[in-house]
């Protein structure tokens, strides 16, 4: 998905970043969370665990794509 570059600057979205999309009938709501508590709902360790976990997640997914 491309994020135009004045909508990526506004909302601190780099790569790397974590977004979240929100379905409210027929439109779609891009929300940047502020803290990792807020894209989560943990603190500290375990969201650095929850962090890793989705990034092998992630790779596995590439992985298998790239083999399709």
């Not at 970043?17 to 027929?26: A, L, M, R, T």
């Not at 894209?39 to 790779?59: H, N, Q, T, Y």
């Amino acid at each position: 998905m491309v994020i135009p570059v004045e909508i990526r600057r506004k909302l601190g979205i780099s790569e790397g970043s974590y977004v979240e999309f929100i379905v409210e009938g027929d439109t779609v709501k891009l929300v940047v969370p502020k803290s990792l508590k807020d894209a989560f709902g943990v603190d500290g360790e375990k969201a650095l665990e929850v962090v890793k976990l989705i990034s092998v997640s992630r790779r596995k997914e590439v992985e298998e794509e790239i083999r399709s």
